[in-house]
């Protein structure tokens, strides 16, 4: 008689609730450094630099109060990609492996700046951001508010598909899959039966949603959405986005 002792649970809110100065500041100010960040961790070539920016990001996740072991937890898939860099380009004689190290130092810097993002900003937030990012593209007849809740929607589907793999994963494992028995092969051809019901219960949910969307008569008149909140940058927003685009700009420049 096979014992059901096996569930599958996935973290599917990357939101860290809290009140420091990062998590309040507006979502628009924090994409625009992020931005800027990613810009300047490809424009440095010190390793002084990347020390610098490891540093600032070091400063930035303990204000924000944000646990450090779950964002290394988060970018173990990054490390990884980071180690075979190093191993390739130790590989290749041109790059050498202190080439390669820059490299894989370079990418984790990269992902790490975007957990502290995602980490302490929500995706109604985020989606609000893009919003404003993309609305002067109107006067070029760019559906900018079509744009904005596309994205919205897909952040949406996120945790609703983590969610049918957690429960369509146990349903299967009650059933005597073997995700954890036997041989790679064995573990992997025990998936199919898991994506399968998977993508038609994700086409199924966007089937219905397209048909209440149009119920509602979405997109009918071609009118500009509205918001029920007013989102203005506040002077303390203003001032931490030009206080660190100073800074990493000064980073660029000197590393």
Not at 229 to 240: E, H, N, Q
Request: net charge positive.
């Amino acid at each position: 008689m096979l014992r059901y002792t096996s569930r599958m649970q996935l973290r599917i809110n990357t939101y860290i609730d809290g009140d420091s100065f990062v998590h309040t500041c507006d979502a628009r100010a924090k994409v625009l450094l992020l931005c800027a960040y990613t810009a300047t961790v490809f424009w440095i070539e010190t390793w002084a630099g990347q020390c610098l920016l490891g540093f600032l990001c070091l400063v930035l996740a303990l204000s924000a109060h944000v646990p450090l072991g779950r964002v290394l937890a988060m970018g173990i898939p990054v490390y990884m990609m980071a180690a075979l860099t190093v191993l390739f380009a130790s590989i290749n004689n041109q790059v050498g492996f202190a080439l390669g190290c820059f490299y894989g130092v370079r990418m984790i810097l990269l992902v790490l700046g975007s957990f502290i993002v995602v980490l302490t900003t929500t995706s109604t937030a985020l989606t609000d951001a893009l919003r404003s990012f993309v609305s002067p593209l109107r006067v070029l007849h760019v559906p900018a508010d079509d744009i904005a809740m596309v994205f919205s929607m897909a952040i949406r589907f996120i945790p609703l598909m983590a969610q049918e793999v957690c429960a369509i994963h146990d349903a299967q494992f009650s059933r005597g899959a073997s995700f954890h028995r036997g041989g790679l092969w064995q573990r992997l051809s025990a998936w199919p039966p898991v994506f399968i019901p998977l993508f038609v219960g994700m086409f199924r949910r966007a089937d219905k949603l397209s048909v209440a969307m149009d119920a509602r008569c979405y997109g009918v008149g071609g009118g500009r959405r509205t918001s029920l909140r007013d989102y203005r940058m506040t002077r303390a927003s203003v001032a931490v986005s030009v206080v660190g685009l100073g800074v990493l700009a000064a980073i660029a420049a000197l590393f």
